[in-house]
């Protein structure tokens, strides 16, 4: 087997965003599963960060650097190939491996579109500026996405949900650490 992995600081803005599947050919080439539909990231960075998973990926540990020569769609997946990877036996030492990217990597974001990661952790308020939790992370329902919610009541932890729609958002603002959000309470 032919690997030899660099060893490396995780980036303090590094986000999980796939884990390596297996090897995919004889050339060094492997597969990943990306953590979004959407998987830009691991097309702009080529560096990619990796840890061993939970399962697998044992031939590594603590934080190494992947120099990715590419990564590309194909059929319903996603392979890709690095330096330093060169054979099956290599790409298959990789298996179950964690992806991490620097979240500065990522491509910038379209007017009104957001990944996912930046909203986590924001408070949401409503128009008339009531807080109604803390974003803790977000589900994909097939046609939309929906912020959950963490906030208490009277001591107790509760959940809320909030369709990530147009209709019911009506700002979004990262630097300022907020949503605002056309909601009640008691909804």
Known sequence: MSLSLEAAELPADAVEVGR?????????????????????ALFSSRRWYL????????SFSGTVLLRIREAR??????????QDVEDRSAAEALRGARIFIPRS???????????????????????EGQPL??????LSTGPQTVLVLDYEEAG???????PFVAAFIDKVDLPGRCITADWQPDY
């Open 20 to 40: 390596i599947l297996d090897a995919w050919g004889i050339k060094g080439w492997f597969k990943v599963l990306p953590h979004s539909a959407s998987p830009e």
């Open 51 to 58: 840890q061993p998973g939970e399962r697998g990926a044992r």
């Open 73 to 82: 769609e194909h059929s319903d997946s996603i392979v890709a190939t690095a």
């Open 105 to 127: 990597s990522f491509p910038t974001a379209a007017e009104d579109e957001y990944y996912w990661v930046d909203l986590i952790g924001l408070e949401v308020v409503n128009r």
């Open 133 to 138: 939790g803390r974003v803790r992370e977000l």
């Open 156 to 162: 107790e932890a509760r959940e809320r949900l909030i």
